[in-house]
């Protein structure tokens, strides 16, 4: 952050929070997803309802962030909206539509402890409590995102409904139209999708998906989950969507055999689930939301490596994540092909 | 003609010195960087390993789905994709078994030079 950003920061949290003063002490860029950036925020506040020593993380747009996420206001909503459900997030404090304050739109939530570095939480036997009250606790959080119905309050009517083929056709003509645009064929994955629309449930259950619910987009503390992240890429859609992604076999984290996001059983996180949704989930049809987890995967791996290849993001990470797409392929003929 | 070592011997000492020399003095926060650029070696070395003869025989298998025999790599993987995409190798066709095998193949080889690690799974 520059002078002049953090002066006109400065200015209007003092503002937000309707403070006497408010001085910024410490901001630290933490590291964040590929579409924004987070600065931790160590604030002090004289006078008004936030006076005292406060910690904050604000969160804004990378100045390439991808259109298909959610803005800043529109994440704001969705966590407001999370919150009110009773799913554990961090608090959403103040928006700024204003883009003169710091170059783009932002919001300021309250800071959380917790780790969420992926590889770290699928090691640990005792994080949230351990790891079979730690994939109940994530199966008890996703029941209370999925308890968010449309139509929802007006806050989240940027939210685009799914059209009459339902859900599931909607994402494989999406995943259809990115592999178009994509610069070379893509024959496997195009199976995946022609299996996923021979095999397309009927439209059940609509409900707010989260669409990136995985280990990596929580923060854990050893007692329990203290923070639901990531909400860029929210919609609505069927609830096995969400659950499919977090037991995909590719977001384990390398512990393939805790079934739950590389934690504990799967059994426990559908448990918690259940109990708290009081609904029972058809565990064979979660196999199909596997597999379109995983074609998801795949393309979001090409769309980051061509940041790289197209010349307009040259980072080492982006080209290696594409080399992430033949083990996704093979995981799709695996689970598509009888043997 | 050309000098020896070549591309693959090269990137092969590179990535030694890497992982061997500079990596153990490098500070934590710089591990990760390390490691991906040594990846990103394994994987061009063995992208220069593949002889030519297999892409080739796999490409030929594949061209031998699509119905004119389309020439070029980029044509036989439209093709194909436009083929998978209509329905025309689903379940129930005649080549589907050999289209599934087809891709099965692809998928392997490829994953040989990204990832082989998940051949022996």
Redo the contacts between chains.
């Keep these: 952050m520059d002078d002049g950003q953090r002066a006109r920061l400065t200015r209007w949290l003092a503002n937000a929070t309707m403070a006497a003063s408010l001085t910024i002490g410490a901001s630290k860029r933490l590291s964040g997803g590929a579409i924004q950036q987070n600065w931790a925020l160590d604030v002090s506040v004289l006078g008004g309802a936030f006076a005292g020593a406060q910690h904050w993380v604000l969160r804004t747009d990378n100045p390439s962030a991808v259109s298909v996420s959610h803005s800043r206001m529109e994440e704001f909503a969705l966590l407001r909206a999370a919150s009110t459900a009773g799913v554990t997030v961090p608090e959403a404090l103040f928006e700024c539509r204003d883009a003169t304050v710091i170059g783009h739109p932002f919001f300021v939530m309250r800071r959380v402890d917790g780790i969420t570095q992926g590889f770290r939480v699928v090691k640990s036997d005792t994080l949230g409590g351990g790891r079979e009250a730690l994939a109940t606790s994530l199966g008890q959080e996703l029941a209370r995102i999925h308890s968010i119905r449309p139509p929802s309050s007006s806050a989240l009517s940027f939210l685009t409904p799914p059209s009459a083929a339902g859900p599931a056709n909607d994402l494989i003509a999406f995943y259809r139209s990115r592999l178009d645009a994509g610069r070379m064929p893509r024959p496997i994955l195009e199976w995946g999708l022609r299996w996923l629309e021979l095999n397309a449930p009927p439209t059940g259950d609509i409900v707010l998906c989260h669409r990136d619910f995985r280990t990596g987009n929580f923060l854990v503390t050893e007692e329990k989950v203290t923070g639901i992240l990531d909400w860029e890429f929210a919609g609505w859609g069927d609830p096995l969507e969400d659950i499919g992604w977090f037991c995909a076999p590719c977001w384990r984290f390398g512990n393939v055999n805790m079934e739950a996001g590389g934690t504990g059983s799967r059994e426990a996180f559908y448990r918690g689930y259940e109990a708290e949704s009081g609904r029972v989930i058809d565990r064979a049809r979660v196999a199909y939301w596997e597999v379109m987890a995983t074609v998801r995967w795949a393309i979001i791996a090409i769309d980051q490596a061509e940041r790289h290849i197209s010349g307009a993001e040259a980072n080492l990470e982006l080209a290696l994540t594409g080399h992430i797409v033949p083990e996704l392929e093979m995981n799709v003929l695996a689970m598509t092909v009888a043997a | 003609m050309r000098e020896q070592p070549g591309y693959a011997g090269l990137l092969a000492a590179a990535r030694n010195v890497l992982l061997e020399t500079l990596l153990p003095h490098l500070p934590q926060s710089r591990r990760y960087?390390a490691l991906?650029?040594a990846?990103?070696m394994a994987?061009a070395m063995r992208d220069a390993a593949i002889p030519p003869s297999d892409e080739a025989e796999i490409l030929d298998r594949?061209r031998g789905l699509t119905p004119d025999r389309a020439e070029s790599e980029?044509a036989v993987?439209?093709v194909?994709?436009l083929m998978?995409?209509d329905?025309r190798?689903?379940?129930g066709t005649d080549r589907h078994g050999e289209?599934?095998d087809g891709?099965?193949d692809?998928?392997?080889f490829?994953?040989a030079?990204?990832?082989p690690k998940?051949l022996g799974r």
Excluded: E, F, T
Aim: glycine share 4%.
């Design positions: 960087d991906m650029v990846n990103a994987i594949l980029r993987l439209a194909l994709s998978v995409r329905g190798l689903d379940p289209a599934m891709l099965r692809l998928a392997r490829r994953a030079i990204s990832n998940v």
